[in-house]
């Protein structure tokens, strides 16, 4: 006997963009009649951006079970031509084929197929079915896989055969049909409900034994108790922190009738049980139940079925288990990850544990760098170490605080489909992905940022979520299926996405209080729970119901925008907003005056100008260009969303004679002149990984080394190997000593300063510090060749006077007599010139220690653990801060609380000569 799935999908699907319909012609068929499949209600080029539709196509054996593709389907990324649909030129789109024919084979059961562009990623339509033989039934009612019904009310089944068929009902796998008729084509009967039942309907084809079968099941509807949810209880689990064995589940649900819950507690063991019923509080429109007698120290799993119908884990889940992607996480990423309840439910699962103890955070004066401090280092935790963990990130943070960056900026660490991904498919906004490790070792990195002065800062994806995410699978077409729409009554994700010039995934509704409730929620967790120190906010240009592609001005976007960071600094004060908004600078205007800081990408200028071509002026990456009285312009040269510096100068890099910009050393040069013209300017900035070594490998570098669009988020290769290049480390140093400079003195900060960037072949920039008093620089001139031959350029010096390479290790400097004398610069080359000296090799802050500073950071005051006769504190730039001299013995206290907070080098002397080692003073 042969069951069929029983939402038969032969004639028609739901699909992820539209309502387009697939129609198989004739209805019923043996796999060697001739059959076409029509696609209405579409239109590609809306849809998908192409003209040409191709099926793709798959079959099944007798019993159901998948057996092979049609052997000319192609490849994913190029279909088949073959197999092109035709355009009928009314809206439809046909395939005429033999099953056996396309197959190449017989005993074909049931066909799959679906629609999709040449290159299936740029759009596919949902998996659709017919079964094969003249033979088929379908079920007309009841129209759900489980329906719910009040006792003693009645189940209408309603049937149809294609042929003369003898129809049995089955009631809970007994052998005894409860009702029997024969040699008909449509079937009714009303079954009376007194309780839950599994049925199956059987179809003999008369005078054969051919035989098809629908199942469905019924539920009596349970009586729901009415109770407030508990004062104090959030949506989500609630442990009871001064009782481990008692916890609380609240789960927001509108229009819902009832609600159970499931899992390995308490001996439900996945089962759907009254006495897991949650109660109904109408007046919030959510539901909960409290459990008490967990055990100790176990891996709580749960779920809940809602309406008998549709299974969900906990939308605000913190840990989820998945049965497609926990296989593929090894134990020494995550330790003993429960393994998934396999064969008792399906789809995510909620975690945690029972009985675990609080982190005890060991930074707890940590204090954020100011805003215009900010040098951001993004990375992508898979691609930065092979072992795309926490702990391997914590490992390298040697490496990043001797760059001196002052904040890492995580890509998406959010539960997200898959394993291999950039994270912007997000599916459980709350959850922490154990692709990147455990919630211990998240906090523990965190901690380890916070001891070295650098902030953590999340990419978090609020635009949208894919279709494993709980809200919406709860109030979709397709019955909590992932693919679909959502429906007119879910409170979180649109129905549409208004944006239809930027369609990701399912869309949320940021104007819905639901959603308002749902964000907040999510800021307060990672900031509470994570101790982070604030948010990238990921395409916000999305926040909005507004129809259109986002470019124009909206204030509802505004005042979406500028209540989510109200109720952020409600939680934290202080913590980063910075939004990837991309909206008109009216609008970027008022979210900065409102505290946020914003992206500003100048990455086609700067690569312009390393490459040595037009188009290369970059003083959009300063805040003043855009009329804002604060440095909230995150401006950058590389994102993860950009084509690399290097890989560009290197394939398309200009050249005249000898003077090649593709060459290697020639390229990485021009990199280290782009950073003496990026990070010199006052305002937050962002570093891309591995940007400070010269990265080279395109963003759409495929696996196999070939460059493709479809490619841009594979895995990347892990350049560690380029530390054992000079070329490369030299980037590695003048970003260091740039990067200091910008921390260390204060010139940096101001607000006085110019950018002379329009010509395309010779840049400069100017600053003055009105405040600076005693060995403060004052004036800063930088100037640079990006042409390709030699040019002379009037450095227009801000005084006479001697001025000082502050990037030289010797401190090489120049006496200037006329401010606009000229200086001839080769190709490639730059100064960074200051009135004052500053000449302290970044390669003394990278030794090895000989001696302990604690503690170490410092607050007021350190120690050393050694006798010694001097003490020399230097700040990062080289300057001597402050001295002891004298006969101090091992664990003296050394004053230091009149210096500013920051990264500082100590140098002793004693008989075994000298050391220095690094001290934070926060």
Known sequence: MKRITFITLAFCSVFFASAQTFTVSPSAFNETDEITITLSNFDPSAEWGVTDVYLWAWYFDLDDNPTGDSPTNGQWTNSDESQKFTDNGNGTYSFTFIPTALYNTTGIGRIGFLAKADDGNDGQTGDNFAEVGLFQISLTSPTSETTVVNSGNDLTISATATINADFQLFVNGSTTAVDTQNTITSYNFNYNVTANASLELVATESGTSNQLSETFSVVVSPTVTEAAVPTGMKDGLNLDPSNPATATFVLYAPNKEFIHLKGNFNGNDWTRDNTYLLNKDSTQDRFWITLTNLPDDTDILYQYEIDASITVADPYSTLILSEFNDGFIDNTTFPNLPSYPTGKTNDAVSWFKTGESEYIWQTTNFQRPEITDLVIYELLIRDFDALHSFDAVKARLDYLEDLGINAIELMPVSEFDGNNSWGYNPSFHMALDKYYGTPTAFKQFIDECHSRGIAVILDVVYNHATGQNPYYRMWNDCNGCYNGQATSENPIFNINDPNTSFSFFNDIDHESTATEAYIDRLNEYWLTEYNIDGFRFDFTKGFTNTIGDGGSFDQSRIDILTRMNTAIQAVDADAYVILEHFAPNDEETQLVNDGMMIWGNIHFSYNNATMGFGGSDFEGVSYLTRGWTTPSLVGYMESHDEERLMYNNIQSGNSLGSYNIRDLSTALDRVEM???????????????????????????????????????????PIRWDYLNETDRTDVYDIYAKLISLKLNEKIFKTDNFTLETSVDTRKSIHLTDDTAT?????????????????????????????????????????????????????????????????????????????????????????????????????????????????????????????????????????????????????
Do not use: M
């Not at 003496?676 to 570093?687: R, S």
């Not at 390669?843 to 005051?861: E, L, M, R, V």
């Open 674 to 716: 782009a950073g003496a013209f990026y990070f010199t300017v006052p305002g937050p900035k962002l570093i891309w990984q591995f940007g400070e070594l010269g990265y080279d490998f395109s963003i759409n570098r495929c696996e196999n080394g070939t460059i493709d669009n479809n490619c841009r988020t594979n895995p990347k």
């Open 774 to 922: 005693g060995d403060e620089i004052k004036h800063v001139t930088i100037i640079g060749n990006f042409r390709t031959t030699t040019l002379t350029i009037d450095p227009a010096f801000q005084e006479t006077g001697t001025w000082y390479d502050l990037l030289s290790d010797t401190g090489e400097s120049i006496t200037v007599t006329d401010v606009n004398a000229p200086i001839s610069l080769e190709p490639g080359e730059f100064k960074v010139y200051g009135n004052q000296q500053r000449n302290l090799s970044t390669q003394d802050f990278i030794k090895g220690n000989s001696f302990n500073a604690y503690p170490n950071p410092a607050k007021t005051a350190f120690s050393i653990d050694e006798t010694v006769q001097k003490v020399f504190i230097y700040n990062i730039t080289g300057s001597l801060a402050k001295k002891f001299e004298g006969s101090f013995a091992p664990g003296t206290n050394f004053e230091i609380g009149e210096l500013a907070r920051g990264l500082y080098l100590v140098q002793i002397e004693n008989e075994k000569g000298i050391a220095t080692t690094k001290l934070s003073l926060n």
